[in-house]
């Protein structure tokens, strides 16, 4: 693949930037690394708290706690355990947020003061928000229909009594406004709704929006609090998650033989965003450098996944062509791992169509395992967990994986983190719909990276 992008507007582009006085420089010039994590999830708030859980094998998944789960099928979530007052948010900030919003503006404090990031660095006109969210502001909108409507006894429902943050309830870009506040951007600022796949396509999109010059740093990432009645009545609609309500500990089991579905969970992973050389002139800390984003669909059925996991493995194979990367590159893959058994099954056979005999020497885990799935907050706090591996050189276990299933016959790392040189990590997502997404991260080094984003 040609380095240089011999595409006429592209050149028209690079000589006015030269004739304006500006660096000569194309699309492809731009790398694009992670300066700055937050992460609000459950087991502990904070990167220092979840990259301990995840690495020690623990898991959060609990009865729940947030309301009387009695009667529902499934009444079990990893929870966070979030007291927004002692994370920093003000009375008025409380009332005004839905508690989706609240963990993401604790996860973009953290995040942003992680990177250093000022607007002496990048002005507000040029910090860009992207942040993914599946069900939005489920949590707030709930409670108030409940007030507004008697608990539910009343079919003509009295405005009056609604609360004046109804109508931003009802409008999830008031997340992604609430994290724009919080960060003094004022470039572009965008929401990502794909479901279960949102948190990956926020954080590719905020890469491409730093990759073309839009924006010179963006806060990318995504929030979900979707442990509420109708969220899990829904899923219980459809046996989608665990009814292992007994061993709640041990509920979530992705890749196990004895799985029976996901566990909801909740929480926010942010990450800044940053143009490699501006990042290295302001001397910043990198974390890996984002190398290859790609999403597919599979136009197929709205909870239904095929076996043979081919949309997926396109992803995969999009992404990595950008990336100018091989499958024997791959030292870690961050697998959806949801713990359904179409799911399980139909990314196994992505990785083995994608990558080859490589898929069977790869080690390949789920996190979802250890914090339960977050719907679409999960996809960036992967993310957040796949760059902390290349940091640490270490690969986050499959936690109650005890029993292999020999239709999934790839290195699950069971129970126990494994020490080893991590430089290139894949990281994919799959979503109701037939949202697929995959992401590569590698460890920031001299010399290009990075392909043409047209695949």
Same mark, same amino acid.
């Given at each position: 693949?040609?380095?240089?992008?011999?595409?006429?507007?592209?050149?028209?582009?690079?000589?006015? =930037?030269? %004739?304006?006085?500006?660096?000569?420089?194309?699309?492809?010039?731009?790398?694009?690394?992670?300066?700055?994590?937050?992460?609000?999830?459950?087991?502990?708030?904070?990167?220092?708290?979840?990259?301990?859980?995840?690495?020690?094998?623990? *898991? +959060?998944?609990?009865?729940?706690?947030?309301?009387?789960?009695?009667?529902?099928?499934?009444?079990? +979530?990893?929870?966070?355990? &979030?007291?927004?007052?002692?994370?920093?948010?003000?009375?008025?900030?409380?009332?005004?947020?839905?508690?989706?919003?609240?963990?993401?503006?604790?996860?973009?404090?953290?995040?942003?003061?992680?990177?250093?990031? *000022?607007?002496?660095?990048?002005?507000?006109?040029?910090?860009?928000?992207?942040?993914?969210?599946?069900?939005?502001?489920?949590?707030?909108?709930?409670?108030?229909?409940?007030?507004?409507?008697?608990?539910? !006894?009343?079919?003509?429902?009295?405005? /009056?009594?609604?609360?004046?943050?109804?109508?931003?309830?009802?409008?999830?870009?008031?997340? +992604?406004?609430?994290?724009?506040?919080?960060?003094?951007?004022?470039?572009?600022?965008?929401?990502?709704?794909?479901?279960?796949? %949102?948190?990956?396509?926020?954080?590719?999109?905020?890469?491409?929006?730093?990759?073309?010059?839009?924006?010179? %740093?963006?806060?990318?990432?995504?929030?979900?609090?979707?442990?509420?009645?109708?969220?899990?009545?829904? &899923?219980?609609?459809?046996? +989608?998650?665990?009814?292992?309500?007994?061993?709640?500990?041990?509920?979530? !089991?992705? &890749?196990?033989?004895? !799985?029976?579905?996901?566990?909801?969970?909740?929480?926010?992973?942010?990450?800044?965003?940053?143009?490699?050389?501006?990042?290295?002139?302001?001397?910043?800390?990198?974390?890996?450098?984002?190398?290859?984003?790609?999403?597919?669909?599979?136009?197929?059925?709205?909870?239904?996944?095929?076996?043979?996991?081919?949309?997926?493995?396109? /992803?995969?194979?999009?992404?990595?062509?950008?990336?100018?990367?091989?499958?024997?590159?791959?030292?870690?893959?961050? /697998?959806?791992?949801?713990?359904?058994?179409?799911?399980?099954?139909?990314?196994?056979?992505?990785?083995?169509?994608?990558?080859?005999?490589?898929?069977?020497?790869?080690?390949?885990?789920?996190?979802?395992?250890?914090?339960?799935?977050?719907?679409?907050?999960?996809?960036?706090?992967?993310?957040?967990?796949?760059?902390?591996?290349? =940091?640490?050189?270490?690969?986050?276990?499959? /936690?109650?994986?005890?029993?292999?299933?020999?239709?999934?016959?790839?290195?699950?790392?069971?129970?126990?983190?494994?020490?080893?040189?991590?430089?290139?990590?894949?990281?994919?997502?799959?979503? &109701?719909?037939?949202?697929?997404?995959?992401?590569?991260?590698? !460890?920031?080094?001299?010399?290009?990276?990075?392909?043409?984003?047209?695949?």
């Amino acid at each position: 693949m040609n380095v240089v992008d011999t595409r006429p507007t592209t050149r028209r582009r690079t000589r006015r =930037r030269a %004739a304006a006085g500006g660096s000569p420089r194309t699309r492809d010039d731009r790398r694009v690394v992670i300066t700055g994590i937050g992460v609000a999830a459950p087991g502990g708030m904070g990167v220092k708290a979840f990259w301990d859980l995840i690495t020690a094998g623990r *898991t +959060a998944t609990r009865a729940i706690t947030l309301f009387d789960a009695t009667g529902f099928r499934s009444r079990i +979530a990893a929870e966070c355990d &979030f007291d927004p007052g002692a994370h920093g948010l003000s009375p008025q900030e409380i009332r005004r947020m839905d508690r989706a919003a609240q963990l993401g503006v604790v996860a973009t404090r953290e995040a942003i003061a992680d990177s250093g990031l *000022t607007t002496a660095d990048v002005p507000p006109e040029r910090l860009g928000v992207t942040i993914g969210s599946a069900v939005g502001c489920t949590m707030g909108l709930e409670e108030e229909y409940l007030v507004l409507s008697d608990g539910g !006894r009343k079919w003509l429902v009295d405005p /009056a009594y609604g609360v004046p943050q109804l109508y931003g309830y009802m409008v999830p870009s008031t997340i +992604a406004t609430e994290i724009a506040w919080a960060g003094g951007a004022e470039g572009p600022v965008a929401l990502i709704s794909t479901g279960c796949t %949102a948190g990956l396509d926020s954080v590719g999109y905020g890469y491409q929006l730093v990759k073309e010059g839009t924006a010179g %740093a963006v806060v990318a990432g995504a929030t979900d609090a979707p442990i509420s009645p109708i969220t899990v009545a829904c &899923f219980d609609a459809i046996k +989608a998650t665990s009814p292992s309500n007994d061993a709640p500990e041990h509920a979530s !089991r992705p &890749f196990d033989l004895n !799985r029976n579905g996901f566990v909801l969970g909740e929480g926010s992973a942010i990450l800044v965003l940053e143009e490699r050389n501006a990042a290295l002139r302001r001397g910043a800390q990198v974390y890996a450098e984002i190398v290859g984003f790609a999403s597919r669909s599979n136009a197929y059925h709205m909870t239904g996944l095929k076996p043979d996991g081919r949309e997926m493995a396109e /992803a995969i194979r999009a992404a990595m062509r950008q990336a100018r990367l091989r499958p024997e590159d791959v030292d870690y893959i961050n /697998a959806h791992g949801s713990g359904t058994r179409q799911n399980d099954r139909h990314e196994t056979a992505a990785f083995k169509s994608a990558l080859g005999e490589r898929a069977y020497r790869v080690p390949v885990s789920s996190i979802k395992s250890m914090i339960g799935h977050s719907l679409g907050a999960i996809g960036s706090i992967e993310v957040a967990a796949c760059a902390l591996a290349i =940091r640490n050189n270490v690969v986050p276990p499959t /936690a109650n994986l005890h029993t292999a299933d020999p239709e999934c016959d790839l290195d699950y790392v069971p129970l126990t983190a494994r020490e080893q040189p991590v430089d290139v990590v894949l990281s994919v997502g799959s979503g &109701f719909g037939g949202f697929q997404t995959a992401m590569l991260l590698a !460890r920031e080094r001299d010399g290009t990276r990075g392909g043409d984003d047209h695949d």
